[in-house]
């Protein structure tokens, strides 16, 4: 028995897309406008002529697009893949052609093992039946049996926290019931195969964590996981490698957190280091210009991806012009949602309120391991000097850099599987007594 | 068991070793997949019973609506064409006659309307999963059956009352051709099939399929004898090709089944072939048409 659970070769599908004031489907009138003659003989062609594509192109002009474009891939059983990527990049094309809902204009999949999918939550629940009737209905739409539903019907019912209003129709239920349920049932889909799109992002926090909990319960029992989301945490912590999709191609795969960080910097225009080569354009005065900040690991790396429990520093070199100004670098930090984290001003005893001669200086900051939360954070760096007040300069969003989880169980996240809020997430000293 | 399966659909229900599902672009026609089909039989049944479920919800009157509706026309009928216009009815009284008929034909307007919709009102199923198809249509066209059993129960005592009175013509007959009717009421469910699998696939794309309903239902209507007998067509031959009609054999054959009136005869024939021609090339057009339906709907 082979190892590979999806196998993917070149694989492109082509969309065609009506110019804006046409609909979608055509009417009868358009067609005649074509010639009723041709009618029944374009009718029966049908997709063939979509492929091809020549009398529309003829018409239209370019009105088609490569959804996909010679995508190959390989996942092995048990992997769990996240795909990323900017809207419009292909991720939810490609989940579609894996589930076999649309098919591919070009290539071949295969796929050894049952295939369940997670495209949007509650599909085919009628608010009119009640939530016992919709989980059969939506666990059979999902591709259970009959038996397996029975069998999990409690469960489902106690996962989504609606026990006392399964026999009421769900036209009644709150927003957040019905789609507690309908992620109940689909989660307690057990196909080999799974794919799953942005579907987490559903129901309150606390549900929100249960979710994702069980998901990762998925990926321990040896099912093959292709997950896309909007949401990088998750990806970082749920997938171990990652495919980042643009334009309908996978331009980068790798281990998740490092797909993560490149899609993220491409995504934010700002990298881990930037220097200036001239330094009559960098930043600053007469006084000190900035040359470089960069963001480095323990061993002086520089790198976007840091390990939560590891210290990380953030380094600025700079020039010292004119001699015999006291000098205060310091660095600010916020994370994506600009949520200004601190201020860190140069401690260094050194160089407190000492009068600096001119030359090179590099000044590094230490943020130690286990403060910051997971997630993408932003640095500015500046230099002042107090008496009198001068702002050298402050460059604001400078570097980024991305903290991410470890699957390992030692951070401060414990066992903790779900969304831990909060803007920093230290490492603190518990003590806890057994007073009786 | 090792199974590989080669073309594209495959089941996602069997259990021992994980099967092989190949997914590549298909060209031109694509064979049917019946076995796909009855993997995903348990899909049909819970989409037909949802149909059942929910179409009597939020109405006062529930599910005496599936009687109603053919009572009433069958009231109507009876005033205009069996007393006013004095329409002939084989020696049985005219609302029997005209309502033993109603029965097929309600189940076969209806069934022919719901199934023709019915992709283009699953939209949401058909972007968002995976399943044959075919489904969609079958189980629309299925569940009016529940509707036809409901009006059925009136049939019968229609039959007992007019047995009941000597005057009026009408006397019970046993025998097996009663048995019989179950497979025109499945000729009728393979007709409105068959139609509907070229209407809904059509549908997807061209959205006049809807306005054409309508129409299309009346017309038939006035070309299958529901309120007249088909015995105003004397000529043998000609009679023959009204059978090309499919719902002629169809009410031809309830009558005769339940009323004991003229057997149907080479009509029939006629009828169901045609009924399978029309089933048949409909699967294998919905079948080709099936893989735009998620890109076009």
Not at chain 1, 19 to 40: F, H, M, S, W
Not at chain 1, 211 to 229: A, P
Not at chain 1, 422 to 428: Q, S
Request: with cysteine.
């Amino acid at each position: 028995m082979t190892d590979i659970a999806i196998r993917a070769e070149n694989l492109s599908k082509k969309y065609h897309i009506i110019p804006e004031r046409k609909p979608r489907y055509r009417t009868l009138r358009d067609q005649i406008a074509n010639g009723i003659i041709r009618l029944p003989a374009r009718a029966m062609r049908g997709m063939g002529k979509a492929r091809s594509g020549e009398d529309d192109n003829a018409r239209f002009g370019r009105d088609y697009i490569w959804a996909l474009r010679n995508v190959s891939f390989e996942i092995k059983r048990g992997e769990i893949v996240g795909l990323i990527g900017r809207n419009g990049a292909g991720k939810s094309t490609l989940l579609k052609v894996l589930t076999r809902i649309t098919e591919p204009t070009k290539g071949v999949v295969d796929l050894f093992g049952r295939v369940g999918s997670l495209l949007e939550v509650g599909t085919g629940f009628h608010k009119e039946l009640t939530g016992r009737e919709n989980v059969y209905l939506n666990g059979a739409i999902l591709g259970m049996r009959k038996v397996e539903i029975d069998r999990k019907f409690d469960e489902i019912v106690a996962f989504a926290e609606v026990e006392k209003f399964i026999n009421t129709p769900v036209k009644f239920y709150s927003s957040g019931m019905t789609v507690r349920l309908a992620f109940a049932v689909a989660a307690h889909l057990e196909p080999e195969i799974l794919l799953v799109d942005e579907v987490l992002a559903v129901g309150d926090a606390s549900f929100q964590r249960k979710s994702l909990s069980k998901m990762e319960d998925v990926g321990k029992h040896g099912r093959t996981v292709i997950f896309v989301s909007h949401h990088m945490p998750s990806i970082t912590r749920l997938c171990e490698r990652a495919y980042l999709l643009e334009g309908g191609e996978i331009i980068r795969t790798g281990p998740a957190h490092e797909v993560v960080a490149e899609y993220l910097s491409t995504n934010l225009g700002t990298s881990s280091s930037k220097c200036w080569e001239d330094l009559r354009r960098a930043p600053g005065d007469e006084t000190v210009r900035l040359r470089g900040v960069r963001v480095k690991n323990q061993q002086g790396e520089t790198a976007y991806t840091h390990d939560i429990r590891r210290p990380i520093g953030i380094e600025m070199e700079y020039e010292v012009l004119t001699s015999g100004t006291v000098l205060v670098p310091y660095f600010t930090l916020h994370n994506e949602e600009e949520v200004w984290l601190f201020t860190s001003i140069d401690t260094d005893p050194q160089w407190r309120s000492r009068p600096r001669p001119a030359g090179r200086y590099t000044s590094t900051a230490w943020i130690p391991g286990n403060l910051l939360a997971e997630g993408t954070l932003l640095a500015a760096a500046g230099i002042r000097t107090e008496e009198p007040h001068i702002n050298h300069f402050y460059e604001q969003d400078v570097v980024a850099f991305q903290v991410v989880e470890s699957p390992d169980r030692d951070t401060a996240r414990m066992e903790w599987a779900g969304k831990i809020s909060g803007v920093i997430r230290p490492f603190l000293t518990w003590e806890t007594d057994l007073s009786r | 068991m090792a199974r590989a399966f080669k073309s594209q659909a495959v089941p996602i229900l069997s259990t021992e070793v994980p099967p092989h599902i190949r997914i590549q672009p298909s060209k031109g026609w694509v064979p049917l997949q019946f076995r796909e089909l009855w993997l995903y039989r348990e899909l049909l049944y819970f989409l037909t019973w949802r149909d059942v479920l929910i179409r009597y919800k939020q109405t006062i009157l529930g599910a005496l609506w599936a009687i109603l509706q053919p009572v009433m026309q069958m009231v109507v009928f009876s005033l205009f064409f069996g007393r006013l216009a004095n329409m002939p009815s084989e020696g049985i009284p005219y609302p029997i006659f005209n309502y033993a008929a109603l029965l097929p034909w309600n189940y076969f307007a209806g069934a022919l309307l719901n199934s023709s919709n019915s992709l283009v009102t699953s939209s949401n199923l058909i972007t968002k999963v995976y399943f044959p198809r075919l489904i969609v249509p079958i189980s629309s066209a299925l569940s009016g059956i529940v509707d036809f059993a409901i009006a059925f129960v009136v049939l019968l005592g229609m039959m007992i009352y007019y047995n009941s009175d000597p005057a009026s013509g009408f006397q019970l007959r046993f025998g097996l051709h009663i048995l019989l009717m179950p497979a025109f009421l499945l000729l009728a469910l393979v007709t409105a099939l068959g139609v509907s699998l070229w209407l809904s696939a059509l549908n997807v794309k061209y959205r006049d399929v809807r306005y054409v309903i309508p129409f299309l239902t009346q017309f038939w209507l006035f070309a299958t004898p529901v309120i007249y007998p088909s015995s105003l067509v004397e000529n043998p031959f000609w009679r023959t090709v009204f059978g090309l009609n499919p719902m002629v054999g169809v009410v031809e054959g309830f009558r005769w089944a339940l009323l004991g009136t003229t057997p149907p005869g080479p009509m029939m024939l006629v009828s169901t072939v045609v009924a399978v021609a029309i089933f048949i090339s409909g699967l294998f057009y919905f079948r080709r048409m099936e893989k735009t339906f998620a890109d076009v709907i």
